[in-house]
């Protein structure tokens, strides 16, 4: 999540935020991945919700047609991604639902929008970042759906992350 985090940052998170609202574009979440983790955690940026079209074109991410400002983004992605044809396209090639979370074509409400219960995240190092570009989407609860934890492990979104606590001199509110 480098520059928004640093490897040395605590981070506190609201474990109550998705109780009370859905992830949101821009949020910081913190969640099971669908990829082993030994049972860490992730954290990434929300960058598209449940309806969502997402486009990276040369290196520019598109939500629902318009540009997103990314004043985070520590540099632009080196790959294109949409989502289409009921998966993620990177660089024009599926991503295989044998190795990433991408559920079956009966659970998309439009081959071209991010089903309900998933989201697209992505680190703000896009192109050193272990994220949806690699392993499909976030799932937001129950059985992963498909990739190398299906039906074996439980997907959770955990919280919200609000601020970065230590060393003090990162000490800030996250937005």
């Given at each position: 999540?480098?520059?928004?985090?640093?490897?040395?940052?605590?981070v506190?998170?609201?474990?109550?935020?998705?109780?009370?609202?859905?992830?949101?574009?821009?949020?910081?979440?913190?969640?099971?991945?669908p990829?082993?983790?030994?049972?860490?955690?992730?954290?990434?940026r929300?960058i598209?919700?449940?309806?969502?079209?997402i486009?990276?074109?040369?290196?520019?991410?598109?939500?629902?047609?318009?540009?997103?400002?990314?004043p985070?983004?520590?540099?632009?992605p080196?790959?294109?991604?949409?989502?289409?044809?009921?998966?993620?396209?990177?660089?024009?090639?599926?991503?295989?639902?044998?190795?990433?979370?991408?559920?079956?074509?009966?659970?998309?409400?439009?081959?071209?929008?991010?089903p309900?219960?998933?989201?697209?995240?992505?680190?703000d190092?896009?192109?050193?970042?272990?994220?949806?570009h690699?392993?499909?989407?976030?799932?937001?609860?129950?059985?992963?759906?498909?990739?190398?934890l299906?039906?074996?492990?439980?997907?959770?979104?955990?919280?919200?992350?609000?601020?970065?606590?230590?060393?003090?001199?990162?000490?800030?509110?996250?937005?």
């Amino acid at each position: 999540m480098i520059p928004t985090l640093r490897v040395s940052d605590t981070v506190l998170v609201d474990v109550a935020a998705y109780r009370l609202r859905a992830p949101r574009a821009g949020d910081l979440a913190v969640f099971m991945p669908p990829v082993p983790s030994r049972g860490m955690p992730f954290i990434k940026r929300v960058i598209g919700v449940p309806g969502d079209t997402i486009r990276i074109v040369d290196g520019v991410l598109y939500r629902d047609g318009k540009t997103v400002p990314e004043p985070y983004d520590n540099e632009a992605p080196q790959y294109d991604l949409a989502v289409e044809r009921d998966t993620i396209v990177v660089d024009g090639t599926p991503l295989d639902p044998a190795v990433a979370d991408i559920p079956p074509r009966a659970m998309w409400q439009a081959p071209n929008r991010i089903p309900a219960g998933f989201y697209l995240v992505l680190g703000d190092n896009r192109n050193y970042s272990d994220d949806s570009h690699l392993w499909g989407f976030a799932q937001f609860s129950g059985p992963f759906v498909a990739g190398p934890l299906a039906h074996r492990r439980r997907a959770r979104f955990i919280g919200r992350a609000v601020m970065i606590a230590w060393p003090l001199d990162h000490l800030r509110i996250i937005r």
